[in-house]
């Protein structure tokens, strides 16, 4: 994660936008940008932001 902003409302603003505008969704998104899902998920669960499958985008 070290090319994500480390602020997790920016982060959350950032992968938002990456899944809206270039992946199907979240494990794409890893595994093409190379980052743990699970840590990912982690900071944007400490501001209360899940990944929501159907609207493919952390709410």
Same mark, same amino acid.
């Given at each position: 994660m070290? *090319?994500l902003p &480390? *602020?997790?409302?920016?982060?959350?603003?950032v992968?938002?936008? &990456?899944?809206?505008d270039f992946?199907?969704d979240? *494990?794409t998104?890893c595994?093409?940008?190379?980052?743990? &899902? &699970?840590?990912?998920?982690e900071?944007?669960?400490s501001i209360d932001?899940?990944?929501?499958?159907e609207?493919n985008?952390f709410?």
């Open positions: 070290a *090319d &480390k *602020d997790p409302m920016i982060l959350l603003s992968v938002n936008t &990456k899944l809206r992946y199907a979240l *494990d998104l595994q093409e940008m190379q980052i743990e &899902k &699970k840590e990912l998920t900071k944007l669960a932001y899940e990944y929501d499958a609207l985008q709410v």
